[in-house]
């Protein structure tokens, strides 16, 4: 009965080795598969904020919004800011340059490809960065603060300005 037992007891104890081997190998396949998942709804939402903000530029009142700030600017600059703050103006203009900020800052953050931004706004993010940048610093210089609050605004145009001067020199080369 001894010698019964203890070839059970080994029986058992090789099982209870392979349920373990095989536990640990399916933990494994499913931390891979969970891997996989996650990252494909990463891509997924990246896109969906992509497609989300590109269709907030294509939208008409953004058209609005942006000659709007380019009439405040040459309103507001002949006169020397004066009359400027505090005016509905004012927050409409901050309001669509926010707007080019949180793109940047999810661009800087991984949430959106900056590639991709980049050759969705082109010249667009460039010029109106040019033409808020005198906003900007009036305000700095108005409310004493020397960090620039639209720093991703200011980043996303200087990157993207790079890579359009580096497709100017590629096509010059080529021609």
């Known amino acids: ?8 007891t080994t029986l058992l104890s090789a099982t209870s080795s392979v349920a373990v081997i095989a536990g640990a190998l399916f933990i494994v ?27 907030r530029i294509t939208d008409e009142s953004f058209a609005r919004r942006r000659k709007q700030m380019y009439d405040v600017v040459k309103k507001f ?17 901050r309001n669509f340059a926010y707007l080019y900020e949180l793109m940047g800052q999810l661009a800087r953050d991984g949430i959106i490809d900056l590639s991709t931004l980049k050759n969705a706004l082109q010249y667009l993010v460039v010029y109106d960065w040019q033409t808020f940048a005198p906003i900007a610093k009036y305000l700095m210089e108005s409310y004493k603060i020397t960090a620039n609050p639209w720093g991703s605004f200011e980043w996303l145009a200087e990157e993207t300005r790079r890579q359009m001067q580096g497709r100017e020199s590629s096509a010059q080369t080529q021609r």
């Open 1 to 8: 009965m001894a010698l019964d037992l203890s070839g059970v």
């Open 29 to 55: 396949f499913q931390l891979r598969q969970n891997g996989k998942l996650i990252e494909a709804t990463v891509r997924q939402n990246r896109t969906n904020v992509s497609i989300a903000l590109i269709e």
């Open 77 to 93: 600059a002949s006169r020397n800011w004066e009359g400027f703050e505090g005016t509905l103006e004012d927050f409409e203009v």
